[in-house]
Each structure stands twice: as C-alpha cells, then as structure tokens.
C-alpha cells in the first residue's frame, strides 16, 4: 500500500514587532491547523530575533564594531550605556510599578532604544526600533527594495543562522510557513525566504497572513517578485483556505467556533515585555458595521463571533493558565456590545483575574452608565475608540453613525466607570475645513477629563474602500500614488480640487492642535512606542 509522506508544519512570526506579547496571526493559525488534526508548530521568530539582538553577546560584538567605526566618542558613550542598561531596560517592563510612574516608564523605554540602537551598528543604514526598523533610503512598500534587501546580509541573518534554522532542523518540518501581519514585518520575511531558499532548499515555504490578504484584496500580483521566493501564497487568509490547506498537510473538519487565540502552551510568556501576559485575541472575525466609507474592511470575511459558551471557556482557560491575572488584547476591527456584555458576564460572575481592551464604534449602549460599570466590572480596562472627528458633516460623510453628542456621552459614561478613553482621531478627511479641525478641537478640549489618551493620525485613501472606488462622491477629485517606490502601498494620496486636504491638516495640527494645553495634557510627553499594548497598564 502507498503511504502517504508525513508532513510537520512550522509556522513562522517574522521580526520585527513589539516584544510584549505574542504576534497573533501565526500563533492563532498554527492552533487552528492543530485542531483539524494538521502536525502544526509555532514560533514567535519576533521574539527571538529580539531576544537574540539583545543578547550580551550580541551586543558586546556591536561594541566593538560601534568602538572601530570611528564613530564619535560621544556617541559611542550613549550605545555603551544602551548596552549596560539593556538587562535592566528590558526587564523593567515586568515590574507593574513601572507604568505608574510616567518619568521612569519613559526612560526604561529610552533604555531599550538605545539598545536597539547599538544592535544596528553593524548595519549601515538601518534603524531598528521597539516593533520598527528603517532602512535609510528604502521602503517596505516597494517590491524592488524588498528584493535588493533580501539579497543582501542584513540584521535578520545571525538568529536565522543560530535560532530558525537550528528550530527547524530539530523539529523535522517538510513545511515552513511565515505569517506576515504587518509592512515592517516585510523585510524580514523576505530576506528568511532568501536564506531558507538557501539553506534548507527541501522545506516548502508557504507565505500567508492578513497582510497578504490586503494585497490580494486590492489587487497585487502574488506571483511577482519578492513573492516568488514562497513556493506557495495563501492570498485569503479565510476559513475556507485554511481548511483546505489543512486538507493538503492530512487535515480535516470544519475549524471550531471559537476565539481566534495563541495557543496557551505554546507561547513563552515569561520573555514578553509586560506586567503580566498580555494575552491576544479576537473573539470574531471580521466588523459588524462596515459601513464606514474611509475603511476596506468590506474587502475581507463577513463578520462572525465565536460561540458564547466557547467564549466563557476560553476564558476560564485563560484564567486557569494565569491565576496571578492576565490581560486579553482584542484584536476585533469593532468589538460588538453584546458579545462584550457576555465576555464581561463570565469575568464578573466567575471573578476570573482577567482584564482587557479593544477597539469598539460608539454605540449607544456604551452611553448607558449602568453598561458601562458593568464593562468595567467585567475586567475592561481601557477602550479604543474611533472618534475621527466632532464635525457632524464628516461623520456623515464617512458613514460612522455616530455623532457628536453620542460621542460625549460614551466618553463620559465609560469614564466615569473607570475605563480608559483611547480616542483616535482622524484628520485631513476630504472637503476637510479648519472651522471643522476647530470643532474636532473644541470637542477634545471640553471632553478632555475624559480622554486619557490620544491617537491622532491623517486620511492615507484605503485602496478599495468606498471613498476611494467612488471618489467623486466624496469631493475627490483625484486619487494618485505616494510614489513610483509604494507599488505594495494599501493607500493612495487624494486631493479635492485645488485643496490637498492631508497636508493641510499637518500644518493645522502643529500649528493649533499640538499647541493646546489639554491635548499636551492628555499626551503627557510619553514616550511610548509599544502605543496602546502598554497604554492599558499606564497610570
Ligand atoms: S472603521 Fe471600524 S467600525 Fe468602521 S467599518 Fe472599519 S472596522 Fe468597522
């Protein structure tokens, strides 16, 4: 009888993201492949890349190179002292103290910059920062920069060499597949598909994950170079490609109703740089509105909660595997009131040690005060919430269904519950006025008390989204590229007539926005580039 060939599967977070909790996408796949019977591994290759450029040897090595480079002395001084507070810088992230004290929460973080700084000494024209990296002169949204990065030495080689490669090898995988979530994931994804090409020529490398979704959704060629160096796109990312991949590595089955989540056993939560394991999440897929005519979320998988009762049990889960607490990351486009209204049931009535935050619409029941204790009771820690703007005209225009007024008592009644605000805003909207950044302005400025954080970003056009297939509707009068270098770009640069509406909103911002005291309040001077991950623990 012919038997068929056993197939293992590794599944691949590729550097760079933020260090204090588990990449999701690759974790949350390689668990759903387990469960349809695929011999499926994961590993947080972010991490240990991080790790692993950190590491005492590994930076000592960088000194000496930072010390023969003729580099000034006095910077030399810095990278040396980012070297000796390194242990020190990023174990501090573990101690809850920390958060409470803005000052030294700043400098820990100075700390680990500086570190992370010395780690890229050896590489002319790259920066690598806490969940970034820059390479001087090229962008991860070009495919030919990609190609000329994955084909030179570069600061992923030395873990791939000492860390994937030696993993792999142990752990006898026919597959390998790199998960890729994010644009400065890119480079690095790349550059392992290079080396593994190289190295280890029999494992078939898949590429997959909700970045190359998105491009698939608007239109790029996964055939074309950097692409080509996967043996494999899986361009989906929905149930129906996962399964049928499963059924390709043996698989088989319907994949579970239940939260899209890291595996319990299989993350190395000790090395996380958090107070207590941030554990990520997301309790349905797809949003429930997606309406909102600035976003392309309509492109990707209807939306779908996870069953209630495989909610609560996941959730004692959780709670079980961290009795000292645990808080979840809901990584949800909109969190839904009523599957909240259950994730906070369990918690309050089971006192399950667990907090959370996630993004959610304003919607009227986040208004009602009783709700929102209950939320708060329920573990909620803090909100994200899309704010975009106080100016009645654009909330029409993008289709948010809220207002103003919906807007000020959700602020105030979460608030007043004991949740954090984290607002984000929207500026440079097309047909944008001043008089209506004024009342976006007016609006933080009054609700100020209620706003414990602010992320304020400018329109980039989502390619695909309503605004940018009917741009006339909007005002737009054309839609045009950020450059010959942005070809994997998931956003265009617009214009309405004679108004470009983003650059507008830059000088308007510096010139009023940042100037306000309550704004200055609410940001408080924090440096913080792990944003709302480490914003949830901030006093
Ligand atoms: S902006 Fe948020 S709420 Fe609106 S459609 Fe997109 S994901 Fe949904």
């Known amino acids: 009888m012919e038997r068929t060939p056993r197939t293992r599967l590794a599944v691949v977070t590729p550097p760079v993201l933020k260090p204090c909790e588990p990449g999701l996408s690759g974790a949350a796949a390689a668990s759903a492949l387990r469960s349809l019977g695929v011999d499926a591994a994961w590993l947080d290759g972010a991490l240990g890349w991080f790790r692993h450029s950190l590491s005492p040897a590994n930076l000592a090595r960088c000194l000496e190179v930072a010390d023969a480079s003729g580099l000034p002395e006095g910077v030399r001084l810095?990278?040396?002292?980012?070297?000796?507070?390194?242990?020190?810088?990023?174990?501090?992230?573990?101690?809850?103290e920390l958060y409470r004290h803005r000052k030294r929460y700043s400098s820990a973080v100075s700390h680990l910059e500086n570190a992370l700084r010395l780690a890229s000494v050896p590489f002319p024209g790259t920066h690598l920062?806490?969940?970034?990296?820059?390479?001087?002169?090229?962008?991860?949204?070009?495919?030919?920069?990609?190609?000329?990065?994955?084909?030179?030495?570069?600061?992923?080689?030395?873990?791939?060499?000492?860390?994937?490669?030696?993993?792999?090898?142990?752990?006898?995988?026919?597959?390998?597949?790199?998960?890729?979530?994010?644009?400065?994931?890119?480079?690095?994804?790349?550059?392992?598909?290079?080396?593994?090409?190289?190295?280890?020529?029999?494992?078939?490398?898949?590429?997959?994950?909700?970045?190359?979704?998105?491009?698939?959704?608007?239109?790029?060629?996964?055939?074309?170079?950097?692409?080509?160096?996967?043996?494999?796109?899986?361009?989906?990312?929905?149930?129906?490609e996962l399964t049928a991949f499963a059924a390709e590595?043996?698989?088989?089955?319907?994949?579970?109703?239940?939260?899209?989540?890291?595996?319990l056993a299989e993350a190395?939560?000790?090395?996380?740089?958090?107070?207590?394991?941030?554990?990520?999440?997301?309790?349905?897929?797809?949003?429930?509105?997606?309406?909102?005519?600035f976003c392309p979320d309509h492109l990707h998988d209807r939306y779908r909660p996870c069953g209630r009762d495989a909610?609560?049990?996941?959730?004692?889960?959780?709670?079980?595997?961290?009795?000292?607490?645990?808080?979840?990351?809901?990584?949800?486009?909109?969190l839904a009131p009523a599957h909240l209204e259950r994730l906070a049931d369990v918690i309050a009535r089971d006192r399950l040690p667990l907090r959370w935050h996630g993004f959610v619409r304003f919607e009227p029941r986040f208004a009602e005060p009783g709700f929102a204790r209950h939320l708060a009771d329920g573990g909620c820690a803090m909100l994200q919430l899309g704010l975009e703007t106080a100016s009645p005209r654009l909330l029409e225009l993008m289709d948010k269904g809220q207002t103003p007024e919906l807007e000020r008592a959700v602020l105030r009644a979460t608030s007043a519950a004991g949740i954090r605000n984290h607002a984000y805003l929207l500026f440079g909207l097309p047909t944008e006025t001043d008089a209506e950044r004024e009342q976006t302005l007016a609006?933080?400025?009054?609700?100020?008390?209620?706003?414990?954080?602010?992320?304020?970003?400018?329109?980039?056009?989502?390619?695909g989204s309503p605004m940018h297939r009917?741009?006339?509707?909007?005002?737009?009068?054309?839609?045009?590229?950020?450059?010959?270098?942005?070809?994997?770009?998931?956003?265009?640069?617009?214009r309405c007539g004679d108004s470009h509406p983003r650059v507008e909103a830059r000088r308007w911002l510096d010139r009023r926005f940042y100037k306000s005291p309550v704004v200055r309040r609410v940001l408080a001077d924090l440096r913080n580039p792990f944003a709302a991950n480490h914003g949830c623990f901030l006093a």
């Open 129 to 240: 920062r806490v969940g970034d990296v820059e390479i001087k002169g090229r962008r991860a949204l070009s495919a030919e920069h990609l190609e000329e990065f994955a084909d030179r030495d570069g600061p992923f080689d030395a873990w791939c060499e000492d860390g994937l490669l030696p993993w792999l090898d142990a752990g006898g995988f026919t597959h390998v597949g790199l998960s890729l979530t994010f644009t400065q994931q890119a480079w690095a994804t790349f550059r392992l598909a290079t080396l593994l090409r190289a190295h280890r020529p029999s494992l078939s490398r898949v590429l997959a994950g909700p970045l190359v979704s998105c491009w698939s959704a608007v239109g790029v060629d996964l055939g074309r170079p950097p692409f080509d160096r996967f043996d494999r796109v899986l361009p989906s990312g929905d149930e129906a």
């Open 470 to 494: 009917h741009p006339q509707r909007f005002g737009i009068t054309a839609v045009s590229s950020f450059g010959p270098e942005t070809d994997l770009s998931l956003y265009d640069d617009f």
């Open 268 to 293: 190395a939560w000790e090395r996380y740089l958090a107070p207590v394991p941030i554990v990520p999440a997301a309790i349905g897929r797809g949003c429930y509105w997606r309406a909102c005519t």
């Open 443 to 463: 609006f933080v400025e009054a609700e100020g008390a209620h706003l414990h954080d602010l992320n304020v970003a400018l329109l980039n056009l989502p390619r």
């Open 78 to 96: 810095a990278l040396r002292r980012g070297a000796r507070h390194v242990e020190g810088g990023a174990l501090a992230f573990v101690a809850p």
């Open 249 to 263: 590595l043996g698989g088989v089955g319907a994949l579970p109703h239940r939260p899209w989540a890291v595996d």
């Open 311 to 334: 909610l609560g049990d996941w959730l004692h889960a959780v709670a079980e595997r961290f009795p000292g607490g645990a808080m979840l990351h809901l990584t949800d486009s909109a």
